[in-house]
Protein backbone atom coordinates (compact mmCIF):
# COMPACT_ATOMS: atom_id res chain seq x y z
CA UNK A 1 0.00 0.00 0.00
CA UNK A 2 1.77 3.55 -1.01
CA UNK A 3 0.13 6.66 1.07
CA UNK A 4 0.88 10.03 -0.81
CA UNK A 5 0.35 13.51 1.06
CA UNK A 6 0.58 16.39 -0.69
CA UNK A 7 1.47 19.73 0.80
CA UNK A 8 2.42 23.56 -0.92
CA UNK A 9 -0.67 24.75 -1.58
CA UNK A 10 -1.65 27.98 -0.98
CA UNK A 11 -3.28 31.63 -1.42
CA UNK A 12 -1.12 33.27 -3.81
CA UNK A 13 -1.73 36.05 -6.14
CA UNK A 14 -1.17 36.12 -10.00
CA UNK A 15 2.16 36.01 -11.16
CA UNK A 16 3.58 34.11 -8.14
CA UNK A 17 5.23 30.79 -7.36
CA UNK A 18 4.54 27.79 -5.68
CA UNK A 19 5.95 24.61 -5.36
CA UNK A 20 3.84 21.59 -4.11
CA UNK A 21 5.28 18.17 -2.81
CA UNK A 22 4.01 15.35 -2.59
CA UNK A 23 5.43 12.30 -0.62
CA UNK A 24 5.66 8.78 -0.95
CA UNK A 25 5.30 5.87 1.66
CA UNK A 26 6.77 2.97 0.23
CA UNK A 27 9.81 1.57 -1.12
CA UNK A 28 11.18 2.25 -5.13
CA UNK A 29 12.04 -1.40 -6.56
CA UNK A 30 12.90 -0.72 -10.20
CA UNK A 31 10.47 1.60 -11.41
CA UNK A 32 7.11 3.63 -10.87
CA UNK A 33 5.32 6.73 -12.46
CA UNK A 34 3.70 9.76 -10.86
CA UNK A 35 1.31 12.24 -11.70
CA UNK A 36 -0.05 16.05 -10.37
CA UNK A 37 -4.06 16.54 -11.26
CA UNK A 38 -6.31 19.62 -10.26
CA UNK A 39 -10.17 19.78 -9.92
CA UNK A 40 -10.84 23.47 -10.48
CA UNK A 41 -14.65 24.45 -8.55
CA UNK A 42 -17.42 23.14 -11.12
CA UNK A 43 -14.86 20.65 -13.74
CA UNK A 44 -13.56 17.39 -13.72
CA UNK A 45 -10.09 16.72 -12.65
CA UNK A 46 -8.10 17.17 -15.25
CA UNK A 47 -4.10 15.96 -16.05
CA UNK A 48 -1.15 18.68 -15.08
CA UNK A 49 1.61 16.54 -15.23
CA UNK A 50 3.46 13.21 -15.34
CA UNK A 51 6.81 11.73 -13.68
CA UNK A 52 8.35 8.31 -13.97
CA UNK A 53 11.09 7.00 -12.90
CA UNK A 54 13.31 3.66 -14.02
CA UNK A 55 16.48 2.29 -13.23
CA UNK A 56 17.60 1.63 -16.84
CA UNK A 57 16.08 4.68 -18.60
CA UNK A 58 16.05 7.62 -15.30
CA UNK A 59 13.60 10.16 -15.52
CA UNK A 60 11.12 11.07 -17.77
CA UNK A 61 8.53 13.82 -17.36
CA UNK A 62 5.25 15.36 -19.25
CA UNK A 63 3.36 18.78 -18.73
CA UNK A 64 -0.37 19.39 -19.84
CA UNK A 65 -0.29 22.26 -22.31
CA UNK A 66 -2.05 24.53 -19.59
CA UNK A 67 1.32 24.38 -17.74
CA UNK A 68 3.74 24.31 -20.48
CA UNK A 69 6.33 26.94 -19.81
CA UNK A 70 5.21 27.88 -16.19
CA UNK A 71 6.03 24.49 -14.68
CA UNK A 72 8.43 21.83 -13.67
CA UNK A 73 8.02 18.41 -12.50
CA UNK A 74 10.62 16.74 -10.58
CA UNK A 75 11.43 13.55 -8.19
CA UNK A 76 13.84 12.78 -5.23
CA UNK A 77 14.27 9.42 -4.84
CA UNK A 78 16.01 9.85 -1.99
CA UNK A 79 12.91 11.49 -0.24
CA UNK A 80 10.69 9.56 -1.56
CA UNK A 81 9.32 13.13 -3.28
CA UNK A 82 7.43 14.35 -6.41
CA UNK A 83 7.37 18.44 -7.01
CA UNK A 84 5.69 20.22 -8.95
CA UNK A 85 7.16 23.98 -9.46
CA UNK A 86 4.68 26.40 -10.86
CA UNK A 87 5.21 29.77 -12.02
CA UNK A 88 3.89 33.12 -13.27
CA UNK A 89 -0.11 31.51 -11.80
CA UNK A 90 -2.67 32.22 -13.01
CA UNK A 91 -6.57 33.09 -11.71
CA UNK A 92 -7.55 29.78 -13.43
CA UNK A 93 -4.70 27.56 -11.74
CA UNK A 94 -7.02 27.72 -8.93
CA UNK A 95 -7.82 24.11 -8.03
CA UNK A 96 -7.24 21.04 -5.67
CA UNK A 97 -4.46 19.14 -6.42
CA UNK A 98 -3.88 15.61 -6.23
CA UNK A 99 -0.74 13.52 -6.90
CA UNK A 100 -1.29 10.11 -7.87
CA UNK A 101 0.98 7.21 -8.34
CA UNK A 102 1.10 3.67 -10.01
CA UNK A 103 3.87 0.77 -10.97
CA UNK A 104 5.14 0.50 -13.90
CA UNK A 105 6.52 3.77 -15.93
CA UNK A 106 4.34 4.14 -19.10
CA UNK A 107 3.37 7.38 -19.80
CA UNK A 108 -0.62 8.19 -19.03
CA UNK A 109 -2.45 11.19 -18.26
CA UNK A 110 -5.90 8.63 -17.34
CA UNK A 111 -7.02 9.02 -13.96
CA UNK A 112 -7.91 5.34 -14.36
CA UNK A 113 -4.12 4.65 -14.10
CA UNK A 114 -3.42 5.62 -10.87
CA UNK A 115 -4.08 3.04 -8.02
CA UNK A 116 -2.80 5.50 -4.91
CA UNK A 117 -4.17 9.10 -4.26
CA UNK A 118 -3.48 11.74 -2.41
CA UNK A 119 -5.64 14.00 -0.12
CA UNK A 120 -5.49 16.78 -2.09
CA UNK A 121 -3.89 20.67 -1.35
CA UNK A 122 -5.91 23.59 -2.41
CA UNK A 123 -4.17 26.21 -4.80
CA UNK A 124 -6.10 29.68 -4.74
CA UNK A 125 -4.61 31.95 -7.20
CA UNK A 126 -5.94 35.34 -6.91
CA UNK A 127 -6.26 38.13 -9.89
Known amino acids: QVQLVESGGGLVQAGDSLRLSCAAS????????MAWFRRAPGKEREFVAF???????????TLADSVKGRATISGDNAKNTMYLQMNSLKPEDTAVYYC?????????????????WGQGTQVTVSS
Open 100 to 116: AAAPGAAYSASLSTYNY
Open 26 to 33: GRIVNSYR
Open 51 to 61: LSWSRWTGYAT
